[in-house]
């Protein structure tokens, strides 16, 4: 079946420091792929998405590459800030129509000054 | 902007109890969704519901039931809780490529 598989946290990193969460998938066909943040006690709201493979979604500076090759979707960011500190899922949806995600356990990333 | 609004951000129910949790979506979206979040498992769906009075089992439907008697509105019922349903709770709603997520109940069950 369909499943996500990203890297265990937590990641603590300084201020301005590269950032790179691995995520890899398994799906039958061509599936979408996601990553959503999650603030302190908040609900999830969507990063950054791509649909085809080799598509690069982004925003806020982050970026994600559709892999189809390695099947994954590496989350990156040049420069990271306190205020990134936050639960990281990668999500696909599923190819039935009703987008369905299938998560990832989550990554916790803690930005220290 | 869309905005999926659970009834409540914290819940104390004692074991045994029957126990809803509301979900509203202001979009007319047809597809919503339940999940829960615990440490280290990610989100897991309970259910799904693609359509007024329609609804589909998800990964750990056990010991839940829904309901969706308007589109808006999709209720997560607990039938007879229990401690291992202390969880946070997370709805969600969806537009083709896109869910759109609730603040998420922390529920505990004691």
């Known amino acids: 079946g369909n499943s996500v598989t990203q890297m265990e946290g937590p990641v603590t990193l300084s201020e301005e420091a590269f950032l790179t969460i691995n995520c890899t998938y398994t799906?039958?066909?061509?599936?979408?792929l996601f990553w959503y943040v999650q603030y302190p006690g908040e609900g999830l709201q969507l990063l950054l998405k791509a649909t085809k493979a080799d598509d690069k979604g982004s925003n806020k500076g982050f970026e994600a590459t559709y892999r189809k090759e390695t099947t994954s979707f590496h989350l990156e960011k040049g420069s990271v800030q306190v205020s990134d500190s936050a639960v990281y899922f990668c999500?696909?949806?599923?190819?039935?129509?009703?987008?369905?995600?299938?998560f990832g356990a989550g990554t916790r990333l803690a930005v220290h000054p | 902007d869309v905005k999926v609004t659970q009834s409540s951000r914290y819940l104390v129910k004692r074991t045994g109890e029957k126990v809803f949790l509301e979900c509203v979506q202001d979009m007319d979206h047809e597809n919503m969704f339940w999940y829960r979040q615990d440490p280290g498992l990610g989100l897991r769906l309970i259910y799904f519901?693609?359509?007024?009075?329609?609804?589909e089992k998800g990964d750990i439907p056990e010991g839940y039931s829904v309901s969706r008697e308007k589109k808006e509105r999709f209720s997560l019922i607990l039938e007879s809780a229990s401690t291992n349903q202390t969880s946070m709770y997370l709805c969600?709603?969806?537009?083709?490529?896109?869910?759109?997520f609730g603040q998420g109940t922390r529920l505990t069950v004691v």
């Open positions: 519901s693609y359509d007024v009075k329609m609804k």
């Open positions: 799906a039958t066909g061509y599936p979408s």
């Open positions: 969600a709603s969806s537009r083709v490529t896109e869910a759109f």
């Open positions: 999500a696909l949806s599923d190819q039935t129509g009703y987008n369905k995600l299938i």
